[in-house]
């Protein structure tokens, strides 16, 4: 375990600078990734397939590409891992479900195809929450084992906030990409709806691809040089941007967002994000709360069931295809999945309706606020990742094991582009602050995480 206060990210961006003059290779760089898996996976266990050989030869072909002088793209020979619902074609996808075991279409999701062509090094699979869900993997926290890292990109996360890869990709359907990369002191992009195409994964609306990484260079160059690649789902114009990490750009006003998680979050994790709050305008950017703004104040109304409306869109939307897994393997699926599909199925099509009419008045709300300010702000988590121990024999399942999504159910809901920054510390663990945009802005939004990243020094907080 590392004191998250002594922690230096993984980063792979300037040390391909060094590939060039031979100083070091993309074999040499793997092989130090591998040496940090072996000392940390036993405890992490962000891992559920490891391909060293494929890897091996991966990163040789990339550095003799480097020596030739003719890289595939800037993130040629980068160790990425690969969450455990998308498919690989050289590991198996087993989607953290015992039904789902030895599962192993061997192609890959249309973002891993665009990984490997831009010269990047597939190096493992990482654990996910049963098939994207709630009910937890065995990972644990690189800050601290005893508590959850998030998720459902559990892995992935994990994975990078124990240094053991530069980048990862995860995908959020609620919080899956943001609320783990938060708590595991990540930067993490969920890009705007249908900004990386998903391939297989299109069975839920509001499904993303997006990367995890150690810094924003590497995040924005994972997700850049994918979607150069494959583009965004069908349908959609995909995400766009500059082809290296976007300027910094200084935000004139932010939307402060509280979000229906604001009443119970902890006053250690409030504190840290005033300070937070402070420091921004203390270099004159003007925050905009829901009492200065009826427009604000309609959009807070608008997210303020926000849990309840992802659930019942993502529950609805997943409900047959996991009654034919349950169907075809009773014992396949936790007590908690089968709770997740009896209450899918106490629904009906107008409920499902209903959450849709919710989540498009909460988009209209959203693009009202646009001419109000550069972006949101608000907290990507709420506080440190709790303890998680497991249920409790004879005891009602804990609802939210992976911790509670509050905070990225808005952004989900919006299709809005996010991005988290690990600008806080309460009790010794990463608390991330996100920056969330409209709806195609995620260069823009990014940029903005830049300038705030580079200006704002680290809170830390006392729990």
């Known amino acids: 375990m590392i004191a998250y206060a002594d ?10 600078r060094r590939f060039t003059d ?3 290779s993309p074999r040499a760089y793997l092989e130090r990734g591998l040496e940090t898996i072996a000392q940390r996976e036993p405890v992490v266990k962000a891992f559920t397939a490891i391909n060293e050989a494929g890897a091996r030869a991966a990163a040789d072909a990339s550095a003799a590409r480097w020596k030739a002088g003719k890289p595939l793209s800037p993130i040629d020979g980068m160790p990425i891992a690969i969450k455990d619902l998308l498919e690989t074609r050289d590991m198996p996808t087993e989607m953290g479900c015992a039904a789902m075991k030895g599962n192993f279409p061997k192609r890959d999701n249309a973002a891993v195809w665009a990984l490997r062509q831009a010269g990047a090094v597939i190096l493992a699979k990482t654990v996910t929450a049963e098939l994207g869900g709630a009910h937890p993997g065995p990972t644990t926290n690189p800050f601290d084992p005893r508590r959850t890292p998030g998720g459902s990109s559990s892995g992935s996360a994990a994975a990078v906030g124990a240094n053991m890869v530069p980048a990862a990709i995860g995908t959020q359907v609620g919080g899956s990409i943001i609320r783990p990369a938060a708590y595991c002191g990540n930067f993490a992009l969920k890009p705007t709806q249908g900004g990386i195409n998903r391939g297989e994964r299109l069975a839920t609306s509001q499904s993303t691809h997006g990367p995890h990484a150690g810094c924003l260079e590497d995040m924005w160059q994972v997700a850049i040089e ?6 965004g789902d069908r ?9 290296s990490l976007p300027a910094a750009i200084k935000p004139d006003r932010l939307i402060v967002l509280e979000t229906e998680g604001w009443p119970d979050l902890d006053e250690a994790t409030k504190a840290g994000f005033a300070q937070v709050l402070r420091q921004l305008e203390a270099v004159g950017i003007t925050l905009i709360r829901r009492r200065d703004h009826p427009f604000v104040e309609a959009l807070e109304k608008a997210i303020a069931n926000g849990r309840a409306v992802c659930n019942g869109i993502t529950s609805w939307e997943n409900r047959w295809y996991q009654r034919g897994l349950l169907d075809a393997a009773p014992d396949g699926l936790s007590a908690r999945a089968k709770a ?3 209450k899918a199925e106490a629904m009906t099509p107008d409920d499902y ?17 646009a001419p109000l300010a550069d972006a949101a ?6 506080g440190p990742a709790p303890i998680w121990s497991g249920d409790v024999p004879g005891q009602p399942l804990a609802p939210r094991p992976t911790g509670d999504f509050v905070f990225n159910a808005p952004s989900s809901m919006l299709f809005a582009p996010a991005v988290t920054m690990p600008l806080m510390s309460v009790g010794g663990l990463p608390v991330g602050v996100q920056l969330v945009g409209q709806q195609h802005e995620d260069a823009r939004v990014t940029g903005l995480a830049r300038w705030v990243s580079e200006h704002v020094k680290r809170v830390v ?3």
């Open 226 to 231: 994918a979607a150069k690649r494959c583009g």
């Open 235 to 243: 349908g959609s114009v995909g995400l766009m941007g500059p082809d």
């Open 22 to 24: 031979g100083n070091d």
């Open 353 to 369: 309706r209903i959450n849709l009419l919710a989540r498009q008045q909460a988009q209209l709300a959203h693009a009202a606020v």
């Open 461 to 463: 907080a006392e729990a």
């Open 340 to 342: 997740t599909i009896a």
């Open 7 to 16: 922690y230096k990210p993984l980063t792979f961006h300037d040390a391909a």
């Open 377 to 382: 702000i608000t907290l990507s988590c709420p």
